[in-house]
């Protein structure tokens, strides 16, 4: 009876895990953003309350943004025994926009302890250049100081609260942000986004601040801009093999199909890097990919399940000694690929253990309907009869979070199914699935996830 307990135990937490994986409280294609949030708020009291320690461990696991801010928010106001290094490299991991953010939240409701104040200041600590934070996240940082009844002395405090009490500034960025305010010259030795500011307020032609400003500009920011700079005649000179591989694969999408291919290099060299020391590792791989008219996603998640199947393409093309695609469409052309028709799970599942691979990997919402349960009983069949001894090993990764089922959509009891939003956490996803499986129990999960803890 014990060892049930714990097994149930361990799908409760595994079922946080893939929500806190792939849903970011957004509309999907199927369910509306407030369903989405409902959802996510009542997994996080679960499993904040029943198994607070774990709660605090999956800050190991490679869980999205929104989830990371919402657990460490919960555990500072709750004030639950954490590990303050975990909450520290998991706050170093995440984008300053967004940590900026969480203290604004924290103080916005209060939560104003001795631990929030000194996790406060030991991230401000850490940052390479306040300075760069004080032009760029300005609000951000002074909302944080305060908070953390911190105090900056100098000019970075003069800046933050008294900005035009000095008449030069020793910091060149925080001069050139003084300088800009009559001399147009100075914007473009500022961040991209207080220079665009800057730039309006003198009535600079778009043209000519993009081509001045391209130097200065983040990979992601050349990415956000390469078309609004192609349309003025301007290269923004962005590498695009070092961009996020689901985000590279979604601005492909977004383009038309001849464009796309003078984009598959830069996938492949992207693909690569993630793959690192793993390339060509993994065996035979065969992945079944769901282009079908789901993968639109949502207006706000605009073609994202279709852009993180297009990017684990690329992945697993690296990660394989062999490699076959199986696009549900039927599609040759992977960089082709468009949101389209049902869902024939089953019929392509049914195609890929035919070949006999090493691993089958599945990239869909799950929505198996052509015919629906098809794909269910070809594994279910294919376990209990073909392959008992599991040769061939199958994951699941679905990029959908289920609003009406608190949990990712499952294709069968007898095939694990993990979450996955950016195709970086691939590998570690797939070795998170051993734990879907229902043959290890909360004991081990737990000892995995203070493995991934200690180890940052």
């Not at 030069?168 to 030795?189: F, G, I, K, T, V």
């Not at 003078?262 to 492949?268: H, M």
């Not at 992977?334 to 599945?362: H, K, M, S």
């Not at 499952?410 to 734990?435: C, H, M, Q």
Request: with cysteine; charged share 25%.
């Amino acid at each position: 009876m014990d060892r049930r307990v714990d097994l149930i135990e361990c799908e409760d937490v595994l079922l946080f895990a893939n929500a806190a994986i792939t849903s970011t409280g957004q509309r999907e294609f199927r369910d509306s953003r407030q369903r989405q949030r409902l959802s996510l708020e009542f997994l996080h009291a679960y499993v904040h309350g029943n198994y607070p320690d774990v709660y605090a461990a999956m800050l190991a696991l490679d869980i999205n943004e929104h989830n990371a801010a919402l657990i460490i928010f919960n555990l500072l106001k709750e004030r639950t025994p954490a590990d303050g290094r975990l909450i520290a490299r998991r706050l170093a991991r995440m984008s300053p926009p967004r940590v900026y953010r969480l203290f604004r939240r924290l103080r916005d409701a209060g939560v104003n302890n001795r631990r929030t104040r000194a996790i406060i200041r030991d991230w401000l600590a850490a940052r390479p250049d306040l300075a760069h934070d004080a032009v760029k996240y300005r609000s951000g940082l002074k909302a944080a100081v305060r908070h953390a009844h911190l105090r900056l002395d100098g000019e970075l405090g003069d800046f933050l609260f008294a900005p035009h009490r000095r008449g030069r500034y020793a910091h060149p960025l925080l001069e050139a942000w003084r300088r800009a305010h009559y001399d147009r010259s100075a914007l473009y030795e500022l961040p991209y986004p207080v220079a665009e500011g800057f730039a309006a307020r003198h009535g600079i032609p778009r043209a000519e601040f993009l081509e001045r400003i391209a130097p200065r500009l983040t990979a992601l920011e050349s990415l956000r801009l390469r078309e609004s700079a192609a349309a003025h005649g301007v290269a923004t000179g962005a590498d695009l093999a070092r961009m996020p591989l689901v985000r590279l694969a979604s601005y492909a999408l977004s383009r038309p199909v001849a464009e796309r291919r003078g984009l598959e290099a830069a996938l492949r060299a992207a693909a690569a890097r993630v793959a690192g020391a793993r390339a060509g590792l993994w065996g035979y791989v065969v992945a079944v990919l769901d282009d079908s008219f789901s993968s639109y996603g949502s207006p706000v998640k605009r073609r994202r399940p279709l852009a993180v199947a297009l990017a684990c393409h690329y992945l697993l093309e690296a990660l394989a000694s062999a490699y076959e695609g199986l696009w549900l469409s039927g599609t040759t052309e992977p960089i082709g690929v468009r949101p389209v028709g049902p869902t024939p799970l089953g019929r392509r599942i049914l195609d890929a253990l035919e070949r006999r691979p090493d691993r089958l990997v599945i990239v869909s919402d799950g929505w198996d309907n052509a015919p629906p349960g098809l794909a269910a009983e070809v594994l279910r069949v294919w376990r209990r009869r073909f392959d008992p001894m599991e040769e061939v090993e199958i994951v699941h990764l679905n990029p959908v979070f289920d609003a009406e089922e608190y949990e990712v959509r499952r294709l069968s009891p007898l095939v694990p199914t993990v979450g996955i939003r950016d195709a970086e956490d691939l590998p570690a996803l797939v070795e998170l699935a051993a734990f879907a499986q229902g043959r290890t129990g909360l004991s081990e999960l737990r000892a995995y996830l203070l493995e991934r803890a200690a180890t940052g």
